[in-house]
Nanobody, 123 residues
């Protein structure tokens, strides 16, 4: 089992920045990839960034490319999402998730999820 706890959300004005963190515990050696997702009220959940643990390879949604950066600190077992030039459209609950195999990550079949942290961007 893997436990994920997000933090760092809050309220910020448009153009501002936030850094989200996701602390992993439990069977973290079984994690193959980590991802950030978000869901706004009335909208579907959106994958915004994924990082593969061993290679460090990253993937971003077009909506955040160039503004958000996903990174990891393996020693601290922590995932980060640096969010710059925030827009009101970025307002959502942000979740981190973990995939436990190459196939699971390729299929975006994430078995473990945190409870989320709220990000609110005002204009």
């Amino acid at each position: 089992q893997v436990q994920l706890v997000e933090s760092g959300g809050g309220s910020v004005q448009a153009g501002g920045s936030l850094r989200l963190s996701c602390a992993a515990s439990g069977y973290t050696s079984g994690i193959y990839c980590l991802g950030w997702f978000r869901q706004a009220p009335g909208k579907e959940r959106e994958e915004i960034a994924v990082i593969y643990i061993n290679s460090g390879s990253t993937h971003y949604a077009d909506s955040v490319k160039g503004r958000f950066t996903i990174s990891q600190d393996n020693a601290k077992r922590t995932l980060y999402l640096q969010m710059n030039t925030l827009e009101p459209e970025d307002t959502a609950m942000y979740y981190c998730a973990a995939g436990s195999s190459f196939i699971a990550c390729a299929r975006r079949d994430f078995a473990y999820w945190g409870r989320g942290t709220q990000v609110t961007v005002s204009s």
